[in-house]
């Protein structure tokens, strides 16, 4: 069984800071995904990352996938209120069941 | 388009009681997935599906069914609803294993 394991579980920081958060696995993937969910609403897919090393940035949210291709990290720069949410990281196996989520980094900005 | 829907959105079950959970999606997806998702835990896949008349259960399959007769909708069924079936449950699609899932908006099951 791939775990994939997200740090921190909780995050509360001012608006206007930095922040990282990790997903973390001893398993390799194929590829790996983040997702936002607001409550009361389904995830929504940020960004897909599938080469060792790869950086893709979203505005102000920075994605990173680890040269052995078994973690990740997302940076936010600059945090506002709107980046409030659940953050899931999900990792691609190969196998036809799809995506395995971590249990995601709960994130909270305030104003 | 609509993208997923499910029905219902909130729903009170009595132990023993049994319901089905609708998922609908209009994007010719062939991949169809329920999962559960319990407060810390992240999202349990219940059972999947990669095209109409074939599914195959995921991690957390006991004490469900489905079925997938058409490609827009896979239900969910709860025979004898319990108490550890209480959570939020996710219906999404895919157009491929390894590709973007869109979610539905949940249903949020209680079992008392």
């Known amino acids: ?42 995830p929504v897919l940020l960004v897909t990352v599938v080469t060792g090393g790869e950086v893709k940035k979203l505005k102000r949210l920075t994605f990173q996938f680890g040269d052995a291709r078994k973690d ?15 953050y899931l990281c ?3 196996g190969g196998g036809a069941d799809g995506l395995t989520f971590g249990k995601g980094t709960h994130l909270i900005i305030q104003p | 388009n609509a993208g997923v829907t499910q029905t219902p959105k909130f729903r009170i079950l009595k132990i023993g009681q049994s319901m089905t ?35 195959d259960k995921g991690e957390v399959p006991n004490g469900y069914n489905v079925s997938r007769s058409t490609t827009e909708d896979f239900p969910l069924r ?17 157009r491929h294993h390894s590709y973007e899932q869109y979610f539905g908006p949940g249903t949020r099951l209680t079992v008392t």
């Open chain 1, 1 to 42: 069984t791939q775990l994939l394991e997200q740090s921190p579980q909780f995050l509360s920081i001012q608006e206007g800071e930095n922040l990282t958060v990790y997903c973390n696995s001893s398993s390799v993937f194929s590829s790996l995904q983040w997702y936002r969910q607001e409550p009361g609403e389904g």
């Open chain 1, 72 to 86: 990740s990290s997302l940076h936010i720069t600059a945090a506002q209120p709107g980046d409030t949410g659940l």
């Open chain 1, 90 to 92: 999900a990792g691609e």
């Open chain 2, 21 to 55: 959970l609708q998922c609908t999606q209009d994007m010719n997806h062939n991949y169809m997935y329920w999962y559960r998702q319990d407060p810390g835990m992240g999202l349990k896949l219940i059972y999947y599906s990669v095209g109409a008349g074939i599914t």
């Open chain 2, 78 to 94: 709860l025979e004898l609803a319990a108490p550890s079936q209480t959570s939020v449950y996710f219906c999404a699609s895919s």
